[in-house]
């Protein structure tokens, strides 16, 4: 049996008499604040936070040294709504609740402002409700919130942060750096520029010599002259040596001039009528030149390689008309640049690739064991200078044929079908010739074989080759484009218009379907050179 001790029942009395003490004030505070309680909206917005309700244990209580413990096993779910609640407010005294939205713009801003806020399943429902309401609030929002006017006025704001010029703040200064000038603008910057000489190999010593900033700007433009009639290529390549390169490059019109009236890249060299037949043979001379009187013979095929060279003053005047510049080609630069023209250096490709049902080897009605063909064939054309061209179909891969795409391996399996060379692959190869629909001087008076007036626009191509035997005949019209990136690489694609087979003996046209066809790129060959 416990003894009583006097010390022990007097510390129990006081400690029981305070705690009914502080339990009768918190139920007095509890009763005045339902007197001045908010709406149930205001409750229902708000969470409730209330203290653990202490009570007076009995004798049979759990005691540590004489004092009651207690567990408070609901602290846990507390703090968690407390971290983790639906984002509500707490109701402090001053603190303004939020209204309930009651309209579907109103949803919708709240959504947003969850969806901000992180809150990712209070807006999604927010949304819903939103669009059940109205199923076209987002037009609404947008028009309040992002209305055109108000999207110039933030646009016309340089300073849309208000913060001082001296702040280095990102909001109210260009992230892409200060605005770039007009290339034109870059360009005749470049005009008072030199040629600056290599720094110098270690510190201390002289700077090496630089022959090149020394040569004045009229050599200089000679030497550049004459280094894009070798290669066009490595001449607009100087631009990004130095400025002064790039400002000569890009504004010496007079070289650009002599590259369009050149037939090493220019135009002398494009055929705007058939210059010869279809099997490569110089056509009668309209002028009837076998009725001339001329001292000497005149060889045909130098009219078509050069026909502005000495010996084609009988039919041309001595200097050409001038190539015409217009608002479509405001300089010769992009003339050569932009005007439909044939490289020379290269042929034009095309690869085919289709599928196609094979049948089965066992009598089955199954169609998973029906095999399926991947068929894969190319066509080649390669344009020369005099107005003729090659065209092959083949199965061979370009590696296996571009190096052999000559007249002169034409010529010899045409004659030895049978030859197994590596350049056998020419035993297929057709010849044939070419032309572009235009003018070469005005496009605007350009005219057909008959001298009418030609509706067809500029940059097509028109190819006839022999065809699968003697009295057949091939006629392609194709178009020239430009693939790649913009700017990058012009004419170096033909597109599809039409293909033709010729009857010569009863004059009939059978047309090809273009169904698997595809378009042919123009691919560089080194060893074609300027494929003179």
Same mark, same amino acid.
């Given at each position: 049996?416990?003894m009583?001790?006097?010390?022990?029942?007097?510390?129990?009395?006081?400690?029981?008499?305070?705690?009914?003490?502080?339990?009768?004030?918190?139920?007095?505070?509890?009763?005045?604040?339902?007197?001045?309680?908010?709406?149930?909206?205001?409750?229902?917005?708000?969470?409730?936070?209330?203290?653990?309700?202490?009570?007076?244990?009995?004798?049979?209580?759990?005691?540590?040294?004489?004092?009651?413990?207690?567990?408070?096993?609901?602290?846990?779910d507390?703090?968690?709504?407390r971290?983790?609640?639906?984002?509500?407010?707490?109701?402090?005294?001053g603190?303004?609740?939020?209204?309930?939205p009651?309209?579907?713009?109103?949803?919708?801003?709240?959504?947003?402002?969850?969806?901000?806020?992180?809150?990712?399943?209070?807006?999604?429902?927010?949304?819903?409700?939103?669009f059940?309401?109205d199923?076209?609030?987002?037009?609404?929002y947008?028009?309040?919130?992002?209305?055109?006017?108000?999207?110039?006025?933030?646009?016309?704001?340089?300073?849309p942060?208000?913060?001082?010029?001296?702040?280095?703040?990102?909001?109210?200064?260009?992230?892409?750096?200060?605005?770039?000038?007009?290339?034109?603008?870059?360009?005749?910057?470049?005009?008072?520029?030199?040629?600056?000489?290599?720094?110098?190999p270690t510190?201390?010593?002289?700077?090496?010599?630089?022959?090149?900033?020394?040569?004045?700007?009229?050599?200089?433009?000679?030497?550049?002259?004459?280094?894009?009639?070798?290669?066009?290529?490595?001449?607009?390549?100087?631009?990004?040596?130095?400025?002064?390169?790039a400002y000569?490059?890009?504004?010496?019109?007079?070289?650009?001039?002599?590259?369009?009236?050149?037939?090493?890249?220019?135009?002398?060299?494009?055929h705007?009528?058939?210059?010869?037949?279809?099997?490569?043979?110089?056509?009668?001379?309209?002028?009837?030149?076998?009725?001339?009187?001329?001292?000497?013979?005149?060889?045909?095929?130098?009219?078509?390689?050069?026909?502005?060279?000495?010996?084609?003053?009988?039919?041309?005047?001595?200097?050409p008309?001038?190539?015409?510049?217009?608002?479509?080609?405001?300089?010769? @630069?992009? %003339?050569?640049?932009?005007?439909?023209?044939? *490289?020379?250096? =290269?042929?034009?490709? !095309? &690869?085919? /690739?289709?599928?196609?049902?094979?049948?089965?080897?066992?009598?089955?009605?199954?169609?998973?064991?029906?095999?399926?063909h991947?068929v894969?064939?190319?066509?080649?054309?390669?344009?020369?200078?005099?107005?003729?061209?090659?065209?092959?179909?083949?199965?061979?891969?370009?590696?296996?044929?571009?190096?052999?795409?000559?007249?002169?391996?034409?010529?010899?399996?045409?004659?030895?079908?049978?030859?197994?060379?590596?350049?056998?692959?020419?035993?297929?190869?057709?010849?044939?010739?070419?032309?572009?629909?235009?003018?070469?001087?005005?496009?605007?008076?350009?005219?057909?074989?008959?001298?009418?007036?030609?509706?067809?626009?500029?940059?097509?191509?028109?190819?006839?080759?022999?065809?699968?035997?003697? @009295?057949? %005949?091939?006629?392609?019209?194709?178009?020239? *484009?430009?693939? =790649?990136?913009?700017? !990058? &690489?012009? /004419?170096?694609?033909?597109?599809?218009?039409?293909?033709?087979?010729?009857?010569?003996?009863?004059?009939?046209?059978?047309a090809?379907?273009?169904?698997?066809?595809?378009?042919?790129?123009?691919?560089?060959?080194?060893?074609?050179?300027?494929?003179?």
């Amino acid at each position: 049996m416990e003894m009583n001790n006097p010390d022990l029942e007097n510390f129990r009395r006081q400690w029981q008499e305070e705690v009914t003490a502080r339990i009768k004030n918190k139920d007095q505070e509890a009763s005045n604040d339902k007197n001045h309680a908010p709406s149930k909206e205001s409750e229902d917005s708000a969470v409730k936070f209330t203290l653990p309700r202490i009570e007076v244990l009995g004798d049979d209580a759990e005691t540590v040294d004489g004092i009651s413990t207690q567990a408070y096993h609901d602290l846990e779910d507390q703090e968690d709504a407390r971290n983790l609640g639906s984002g509500r407010l707490l109701s402090h005294p001053g603190t303004q609740i939020p209204k309930e939205p009651r309209s579907a713009l109103e949803h919708y801003e709240r959504a947003v402002e969850r969806e901000d806020q992180g809150n990712l399943g209070d807006s999604l429902k927010l949304y819903r409700q939103a669009f059940r309401l109205d199923a076209g609030v987002d037009r609404i929002y947008k028009n309040k919130h992002f209305s055109p006017s108000t999207a110039k006025i933030k646009h016309a704001n340089p300073n849309p942060s208000n913060a001082p010029a001296t702040v280095p703040n990102t909001a109210h200064h260009s992230l892409d750096g200060p605005p770039t000038e007009p290339v034109a603008q870059l360009i005749v910057s470049f005009s008072t520029s030199s040629i600056p000489a290599a720094p110098p190999p270690t510190e201390g010593s002289s700077p090496p010599l630089c022959p090149i900033a020394r040569i004045p700007s009229e050599i200089l433009v000679e030497v550049l002259l004459e280094t894009a009639i070798a290669d066009i290529a490595s001449f607009a390549r100087l631009s990004i040596v130095c400025k002064r390169l790039a400002y000569l490059v890009t504004t010496e019109d007079r070289i650009w001039e002599r590259i369009c009236y050149g037939h090493e890249y220019g135009f002398a060299a494009m055929h705007y009528t058939w210059a010869v037949t279809v099997t490569g043979h110089p056509l009668p001379s309209p002028l009837g030149i076998s009725e001339l009187q001329l001292s000497e013979p005149i060889d045909l095929s130098a009219l078509t390689l050069n026909p502005y060279a000495a010996i084609s003053t009988h039919f041309v005047p001595s200097a050409p008309p001038p190539l015409l510049l217009s608002p479509l080609y405001p300089s010769y @630069k992009a %003339m050569l640049r932009t005007r439909p023209r044939i *490289r020379f250096n =290269g042929c034009y490709i !095309s &690869t085919v /690739n289709y599928h196609r049902p094979g049948a089965s080897s066992a009598p089955s009605t199954a169609t998973y064991t029906s095999p399926v063909h991947i068929v894969t064939y190319y066509r080649y054309l390669r344009f020369f200078r005099d107005g003729t061209c090659i065209s092959l179909l083949t199965t061979a891969e370009p590696a296996d044929v571009v190096h052999h795409l000559t007249k002169e391996n034409l010529h010899i399996h045409q004659k030895n079908r049978e030859s197994m060379l590596p350049s056998a692959v020419m035993r297929h190869a057709l010849k044939g010739r070419w032309k572009l629909s235009g003018c070469l001087f005005d496009p605007s008076t350009a005219h057909d074989d008959q001298g009418k007036s030609a509706s067809e626009p500029e940059g097509d191509v028109h190819i006839e080759t022999e065809g699968v035997g003697p @009295k057949y %005949m091939y006629k392609l019209h194709l178009s020239l *484009r430009s693939a =790649g990136r913009a700017g !990058s &690489t012009r /004419n170096n694609k033909l597109a599809w218009k039409g293909f033709w087979s010729h009857n010569r003996l009863t004059d009939d046209w059978a047309a090809f379907t273009l169904r698997n066809d595809r378009a042919f790129f123009w691919s560089r060959v080194r060893s074609y050179g300027k494929g003179w």
